[in-house]
C-alpha cells in the first residue's frame, strides 16, 4: 500500500513539472517564428475552412495567384508571375511561375488551377466562400446547379503554366479576391486519392498526407498544442525565405497568452487584456501595436417594424450616441469611432461622414418623427449575443437613448447561435454586428446592403444605392468606381438601417527581433518576408 | 443508457440555431448542401436510428464545428487532460478527506473535530463556480503567484483547477470518514486492541481505519463519476482543453455529434465506476459478502 502511495506521489510531481518548449532565444537562433494564433483552427482545408485564425496557417501552406501586399492595401504576384488585362477587363491570362511546384516536387499547373476552382465551385463540397469567385463567368451559375457543365466556366489551362480566366463583368477588386485562400489550388491528386473533389471530411490536411504549394509544409498537428510548419524546399522563392518554421500555438485564453508572451514562449501576444493596454503602452513602447482593422462594429435596425421604419427615428437613435465616450470610456480598446460603414483609409477611400454627437438634433428628429421627449415610443429590445464587452456598449448606448431621447429598450442576450437565428428570421428590433471586410475594398462592405442579399438582415431596400453599388462594378475607372461608392454609403448614413458605433483596431505586442512585419488593415503578415534578428 | 443518448439527441437538436450558422450568412443553397451532406434533413427518428446504429459499431461520427475530425479523435485528444484532473482531484480528496476525518474523530466535540467539520461543511456548500474565481482572484490576481489558466503549459497550473475540483470531494469524504471512525471506534475489538497494549497509530491506523473507511469506499465510484461531470465546470474556468470544456463548447456551437459522443463517455463512466466501487466494498467488507452469498 505505502510502495502504490509513493509511486502515485512521484507520478504526480513529474507530471506537475512544466513540460520543455522552446523560448524566444533560441527560437531566434534557430529562425523559428513562435506565433500565438487564437484558437484551435477548425481545419485546414483552404476550401472548407473560415475565419482568422485558419487564415494565419493557411497562407503559410498554401500560395493563390497572388498575395497581399505586406505594406500596402494592394496585392502582389505570387504563384502567377505576371498577368495580362484585356482592353475591357473582361479577360486575364496569367502566367504561373515555371519553378512553381508542389512539396513533393510536381509542377503547378495551370490544370490545377483549374481543378482547384471547379472544387470549391461544386456545390456537394459546401464550401463558405464560392462567392469569391462569382466575378468569374457562370461561376455562380455553376455553383448554384444551373448548368452542369464545368467547360462553361471561364477559367481555361491554356498550357500547363498559363491560365486564361472569362470574367462575368469587369470586377476591379477580382485580384484582391485572388489572394484570398478560397481560391488557392489544392494537390489534385491528394484530393482524389481522400475521397474526391466533393468529400470535406477528408484527411488529406494530416501532416502524413498533406502536398502543399506555400513557402512552409505542415510538421506537425497536435489538437490545442501546436501545429507545427517548417521550410517547404520545393518553394519557388525558398532563397528568399528567412525563416526556417513557424510554431502555431492556440492559446484562446487573454491570460494564458499573456504569460506566454511574458514568460519568452510567442513572439506575438495576439491580443492584449484591456486592463493591461496602458501600461503595456507606456512600458514597452516599441513592442506594443495598435492598428487600423478592416472592420466595423454596428446596430443593426428591424426596417419591417413600423416605428424603426421612419428614417427620423433611425436617424435620432444614431445621432444621439456619443461614439467617443464609448471608445475612451467603455472599449478602451483604441478604437475608433466609426461614422461610416466602410472603414476609412486616407489614402484610399474617405467616405462621407455625418453621424456626428448631436442630441439637440437627434431630439427634432425624433419629434418629427410623432414621440417628441420620447412619448409614446414603444420599449424596444435590443439583441445581443452574451459577451461582457457587447453588454458593457448596449448599458452605454440604453442610457444614451434614455438620457437623450427619452427612450426606453431593453437588453437581451441569448446565446451565439440563438442570437444568429434569430437575426436571420428578422426576430429582432435592434442588434449588435460585426463585419470584417474579406478584401480591402468599399465592395466588401456595402455589396452586403444591397437589396435581399443574405447578410443584409435588416428588411432594408433602396434602389438608388442599389444603383450605385452596381454602377461602382461597372466603373472605367477607379476614381468613378470610389464616387459611386461615396454616393451609396451617403444614402446607407443617411437612411441608416445599420449605425455603426466604432472601426475595429488590432491591439497586439511583437517583440522587436521579428522584421518585415508591417501595419496593414487585414492584419495579414507574409512570412516570406518576415525574419527573426538579434 | 439509450435513454440517455435519446434524450440528448432530441433536446440538442431542439435548440434553436444550427451548427452551420455563422455571422457571414451561407447562402440557402450552401446550408442545404451542408445538411445534407450530413444527413440533417432527414427525419429526426431517421437520424437518431443511424446515429445509434453506427456508435454501436463504434463511429460517433464526424464533428460538424471541425470537418476532418471525427468526434473519437477529439475526445481521445480531450479525455487523458480530464483523467489525469480528474486522479489528481480524488487523491487530493481522499488525502485531505481521510486525514481530517480521522483527526475529528479522535477528538469527538472538540475543536480538532469542530475545525474540520466546519471547513468541510464549507467546501460541500461552496460550488465550484464560486470557488474556482475566488481561488483565481486570490492566488492569481491578488498575489500573482500560480497562473490562473491551462494545464501543464506553467509550472503550478494544475494546482488550482485540482483544488477546485477536489475540494467538494474532501469535505464529503471527511464527513464520511468521521461517521464511519466514530462508529468503529465504539466497538469492543477496538477496546480490546486497546487493552493488549497495542499503540495508539495502530488501533486508529490498522484496525479502525479499515472499518471506518468502508462508507467512503462506498462513496467512491459516484464521487469518480461526479468528478468528470464536474469537471466541465472547472475546465471551462481554468480554459483547461480537456472533455468537459469540448462539452460546453459543442453546446454552444451545435456540435451535434460532439455533445452526444461525451454524453455517451460520461455515461458509461458513471455506470461503471458505481459498479466497480460497489465490487470494491464487497471485496473489503466481508458482512457485505456474506449477504450477498446469502441471497
Known amino acids: 500500500m505505502k510502495k502504490i502511495i509513493i509511486s502515485l506521489f512521484v507520478i504526480l510531481i513529474v507530471s506537475c513539472s512544466s513540460q520543455e518548449s522552446l523560448d524566444v532565444n533560441s527560437a531566434n537562433e534557430q529562425g523559428i517564428l513562435l506565433l500565438d494564433n487564437g484558437t484551435e483552427p477548425q481545419g485546414l482545408d483552404p476550401h472548407i475552412v473560415t475565419g482568422v485564425t485558419e487564415h494565419k496557417i493557411v497562407i503559410a501552406l498554401f500560395e493563390g495567384l497572388t498575395m497581399q501586399n505586406p505594406k500596402g492595401e494592394g496585392v502582389i504576384p505570387a504563384a502567377a508571375e505576371s498577368w495580362i488585362i484585356s482592353e475591357d477587363g473582361l479577360e486575364i491570362i496569367f502566367n504561373l511561375r515555371p519553378d512553381a511546384k508542389w512539396s513533393n516536387g510536381d509542377s503547378l499547373t495551370a490544370q490545377d488551377f483549374v481543378y482547384s476552382w471547379r472544387r470549391i465551385l461544386t456545390p456537394a463540397l459546401g464550401s463558405r466562400y464560392p462567392d469569391m469567385l462569382y466575378a468569374v463567368k457562370n461561376a455562380e451559375q455553376f455553383h448554384k446547379s444551373e448548368i452542369k457543365n464545368f467547360d462553361l466556366v471561364g477559367v481555361k489551362a491554356l498550357d500547363s503554366k498559363t491560365l486564361k480566366v472569362n470574367l462575368k463583368t469587369k470586377t476591379p477588386f477580382f485580384l484582391k479576391q485572388?489572394?484570398?485562400?478560397?481560391?488557392?489550388?489544392?494537390?489534385?491528386?491528394?484530393?482524389?486519392?481522400?475521397?474526391?473533389?466533393?468529400?470535406?471530411?477528408?484527411?488529406?490536411?494530416?501532416?502524413?498526407?498533406?502536398?502543399?504549394?506555400?513557402?512552409?509544409?505542415?510538421?506537425?498537428?497536435?489538437?490545442?498544442?501546436?501545429?507545427?510548419?517548417?521550410?517547404?524546399?520545393?518553394?519557388?522563392?525558398?532563397?528568399?525565405?528567412?525563416?526556417?518554421?513557424?510554431?502555431?500555438?492556440?492559446?484562446?485564453?487573454?491570460?494564458?497568452?499573456?504569460?506566454?508572451?511574458?514568460?519568452?514562449?510567442?513572439?506575438?501576444?495576439?491580443?492584449?487584456?484591456?486592463?493591461?493596454?496602458?501600461?503595456?503602452?507606456?512600458?514597452?513602447?516599441?513592442?506594443?501595436?495598435?492598428?487600423?482593422?478592416?472592420?466595423?462594429?454596428?446596430?443593426?435596425?428591424?426596417?419591417?417594424?413600423?416605428?424603426?421604419?421612419?428614417?427620423?427615428?433611425?436617424?435620432?437613435?444614431?445621432?444621439?450616441?456619443?461614439?467617443?465616450?464609448?471608445?475612451?470610456?467603455?472599449?478602451?480598446?483604441?478604437?475608433?469611432?466609426?461614422?461610416?460603414?466602410?472603414?476609412?483609409?486616407?489614402?484610399?477611400?474617405?467616405?462621407?461622414?455625418?453621424?456626428?454627437?448631436?442630441?439637440?438634433?437627434?431630439?427634432?428628429?425624433?419629434?418629427?418623427?410623432?414621440?417628441?421627449?420620447?412619448?409614446?415610443?414603444?420599449?424596444?429590445?435590443?439583441?445581443?449575443?452574451?459577451?461582457?464587452?457587447?453588454?458593457?456598449?448596449?448599458?452605454?448606448?440604453?442610457?444614451?437613448?434614455?438620457?437623450?431621447?427619452?427612450?426606453?429598450?431593453?437588453?437581451?442576450?441569448?446565446?451565439?447561435?440563438?442570437?444568429?437565428?434569430?437575426?436571420?428570421?428578422?426576430?429582432?428590433?435592434?442588434?449588435?454586428?460585426?463585419?470584417?471586410?474579406?478584401?480591402?475594398?468599399?465592395?466588401?462592405?456595402?455589396?452586403?446592403?444591397?437589396?435581399?442579399?443574405?447578410?443584409?438582415?435588416?428588411?432594408?431596400?433602396?434602389?438608388?444605392?442599389?444603383?450605385?453599388?452596381?454602377?461602382?462594378?461597372?466603373?472605367?475607372?477607379?476614381?468613378?468606381?470610389l464616387i459611386n461608392f461615396s454616393k451609396a454609403e451617403e444614402i446607407l448614413m443617411d437612411e441608416l438601417p445599420i449605425i455603426p458605433i466604432y472601426t475595429y483596431t488590432r491591439v497586439y505586442m511583437l517583440r522587436n527581433e521579428v522584421k518585415g512585419w508591417y501595419p496593414n488593415m487585414l492584419d495579414t503578415h507574409p512570412y516570406q518576408f518576415i525574419s527573426l534578428e538579434d | 443508457m439509450l435513454i440517455v443518448i435519446s434524450a440528448t439527441f432530441f433536446m440538442v437538436h431542439a435548440a434553436p440555431g444550427g451548427p452551420f450558422d455563422d455571422e457571414r450568412v451561407a447562402s440557402p443553397e450552401i446550408l442545404k448542401q451542408l445538411n445534407d451532406t450530413y444527413n440533417l434533413n432527414d427525419p429526426l427518428l431517421s437520424q437518431l436510428g443511424n446515429y445509434l446504429f453506427n456508435a454501436i459499431q463504434g463511429d460517433f461520427g464526424p464533428s460538424y464545428k471541425y470537418p476532418g475530425r471525427s468526434v473519437s479523435e477529439l475526445i481521445f485528444s480531450g479525455l487523458p487532460i480530464t483523467m489525469e484532473l480528474a486522479l489528481y482531484s480524488i487523491l487530493l480528496a481522499l488525502f485531505l478527506g481521510i486525514l481530517s476525518g480521522i483527526l475529528a474523530s479522535l477528538n469527538p466535540g472538540k475543536l480538532l473535530d469542530h475545525l474540520p467539520m466546519s471547513v468541510s461543511m464549507i467546501g460541500i456548500c461552496v460550488p465550484s463556480i464560486i470557488l474556482g474565481p475566488m481561488l483565481i482572484l486570490t492566488f492569481g490576481i491578488w498575489f500573482e503567484i500560480l497562473p490562473v489558466s491551462g494545464w501543464g503549459e506553467f509550472p503550478g497550473d494544475k494546482v488550482l483547477p485540482t483544488i477546485t475540483l477536489g475540494s467538494a470531494y474532501a469535505a464529503i469524504f471527511a464527513r464520511l470518514t468521521r461517521g464511519g471512525m466514530l462508529e468503529i471506534l465504539a466497538q469492543d475489538f477496538i477496546r480490546t486492541a486497546r487493552a493488549k497494549g497495542l499503540n495508539e497509530t495502530r488501533v486508529v491506523l490498522y484496525h479502525a481505519l479499515r472499518g471506518g473507511i468502508m462508507p467512503t469506499i462506498g462513496f467512491l465510484g459516484p464521487a469518480i463519476a461526479g468528478l468528470f461531470a464536474g469537471s466541465f465546470v472547472v475546465e471551462t474556468i481554468f480554459q483547461i482543453n480537456g472533455i468537459g470544456r469540448y462539452y460546453v463548447q459543442a453546446a454552444f456551437n451545435r456540435d451535434y455529434t460532439l455533445i452526444l459522443g461525451i454524453s455517451i463517455l460520461i455515461t458509461f463512466f458513471t455506470l461503471t465506476f458505481v459498479l466497480l466501487s460497489d465490487i470494491l466494498a464487497t471485496i473489503l467488507n466481508p458482512r457485505l459478502r456474506e449477504k450477498g452469498s446469502m441471497n
Not at chain 1, 369 to 385: Q, R, T
Not at chain 1, 388 to 411: N, R, V
Open chain 1, 178 to 481: 485572388l489572394a484570398h485562400y478560397a481560391t488557392y489550388p489544392v494537390h489534385p491528386e491528394t484530393i482524389e486519392g481522400f475521397g474526391g473533389i466533393s468529400n470535406r471530411d477528408s484527411r488529406w490536411t494530416r501532416p502524413e498526407n498533406i502536398i502543399s504549394n506555400g513557402p512552409f509544409i505542415l510538421d506537425e498537428w497536435s489538437i490545442n498544442k501546436v501545429i507545427k510548419v517548417r521550410r517547404n524546399k520545393n518553394y519557388w522563392g525558398i532563397e528568399d525565405l528567412k525563416l526556417n518554421g513557424i510554431h502555431f500555438f492556440p492559446i484562446d485564453n487573454e491570460s494564458t497568452s499573456d504569460r506566454y508572451y511574458r514568460s519568452g514562449k510567442t513572439h506575438n501576444l495576439y491580443t492584449i487584456q484591456t486592463e493591461k493596454i496602458a501600461k503595456y503602452k507606456d512600458e514597452y513602447p516599441d513592442q506594443f501595436k495598435l492598428e487600423k482593422y478592416f472592420g466595423t462594429y454596428y446596430y443593426r435596425i428591424n426596417t419591417k417594424i413600423e416605428q424603426l421604419s421612419d428614417i427620423n427615428v433611425r436617424k435620432a437613435l444614431s445621432l444621439a450616441i456619443d461614439r467617443e465616450l464609448i471608445v475612451d470610456k467603455v472599449t478602451k480598446g483604441g478604437q475608433k469611432p466609426a461614422y461610416s460603414f466602410t472603414p476609412p483609409s486616407e489614402d484610399y477611400y474617405d467616405p462621407p461622414t455625418q453621424l456626428n454627437f448631436n442630441p439637440e438634433l437627434a431630439r427634432k428628429y425624433l419629434a418629427d418623427a410623432g414621440y417628441p421627449n420620447g412619448e409614446g415610443f414603444p420599449e424596444f429590445e435590443l439583441l445581443y449575443n452574451t459577451n461582457e464587452g457587447h453588454q458593457k456598449i448596449a448599458q452605454a448606448i440604453q442610457q444614451f437613448w434614455l438620457k437623450e431621447l427619452g427612450i426606453k429598450i431593453t437588453l437581451t442576450n441569448v446565446d451565439w447561435k440563438v442570437y444568429l437565428d434569430r437575426e436571420s428570421q428578422g426576430q429582432y428590433q435592434i442588434s449588435r454586428a460585426g463585419w470584417i471586410g474579406d478584401y480591402v475594398d468599399p465592395n466588401s462592405f456595402l455589396d452586403m446592403m444591397v437589396t435581399d442579399r443574405g447578410n443584409n438582415k435588416t428588411g432594408w431596400s433602396n434602389k438608388q444605392y442599389d444603383s450605385y453599388v452596381k454602377k461602382a462594378t461597372f466603373a472605367n475607372n477607379e476614381a468613378e468606381r
